[in-house]
T-cell receptor, first 115, second 116 residues
Framework: NAGVTQTPKFQVLKTGQSMTLQCAQD?????MSWYRQDPGMGLRLIHY???????DQGEVPNGYNVSRSTTEDFPLRLLSAAPSQTSVYFC??????????????FGDGTRLSIL | QQQVKQSPQSLIVQKGGISIINCAYE??????FPWYQQFPGKGPALLIA?????SEKKEGRFTISFNKSAKQFSLHIMDSQPGDSATYFC???????????????FGKGTLLTVNP
């Protein structure tokens, strides 16, 4: 059981380039989210999805796009990378199960540097 | 507006000591308060969580104390060990009808160092 898998683990981009950060989970979780982690800022929610075909914006969505065509995958797209998007990106998933809160399962992150 | 304020930013504790990390929140609609532990190079992992109808929750050496009237909660790590050295994040969320906490609001984190 792999859990949440993020690829790549590291990436260096030039300003203006585009790229897609991949996230896949094998737990059949309905909910998936993308966070960015910056020093001294904690984790901030970028986009989230409550199921295939449904996405919504989080706290810091500008410059990022997402789609959810399958339950397993939730890619994050940077359309035109900017130095301010240098960060560590985490994908997380959680299940919708009854009335109990379910923990979010995080991947190990993608470390992205934009020059 | 920072909805979850966490302190201190960093904490150094001797082995066997008590580590205390504090958080305060503003949104009274929050109804679930998890703590996450993160080791270098890894994603955060759920450590312990509490609902506001409970004043304290203990799991092993980890205890959450919750003060609903003050809108504050804290993590206590008893008998701290070098292996506890990590970054700790408090978080808060609003339970949706499905029961999942997919939208977490995090504090800024506390870097805990436990010296041997």
């Amino acid at each position: 059981n792999a859990g949440v898998t993020q690829t790549p683990k590291f990436q260096v981009l030039k300003t203006g380039q585009s790229m897609t950060l991949q996230c896949a989970q094998d737990m059949n979780h309905e909910y998936m989210s993308w966070y960015r982690q910056d020093p001294g800022m904690g984790l901030r929610l970028i986009h989230y999805s409550v199921g295939a075909g449904i996405t919504d914006q989080g706290e810091v969505p500008n410059g990022y796009n997402v789609s959810r065509s399958t339950t397993e995958d939730f890619p994050l797209r940077l359309l035109s990378a900017a130095p301010s998007q240098t960060s560590v990106y985490f994908c997380a998933s959680s299940s919708r199960q009854g009335a109990q809160h379910q923990p979010q399962h995080f991947g190990d992150g993608t470390r992205l540097s934009i020059l | 507006q920072q909805q979850v304020k966490q302190s201190p930013q960093s904490l150094i504790v001797q082995k066997g000591g008590i580590s205390i990390i504090n958080c305060a929140y503003e949104n009274t609609a929050f109804d679930y308060f998890p703590w996450y532990q993160q080791f270098p190079g890894k994603g955060p992992a759920l450590l312990i969580a509490i609902r506001p109808d409970v004043s304290e929750k203990k799991e092993g050496r980890f205890t959450i104390s919750f003060n609903k009237s003050a809108k504050q909660f804290s993590l206590h790590i008893m008998d701290s060990q070098p292996g506890d050295s990590a970054t700790y994040f408090c978080a808060a969320t609003i339970r949706n009808s499905g029961g999942s906490n997919y939208k977490l609001t995090f504090g800024k984190g506390t870097l805990l160092t436990v010296n041997p």
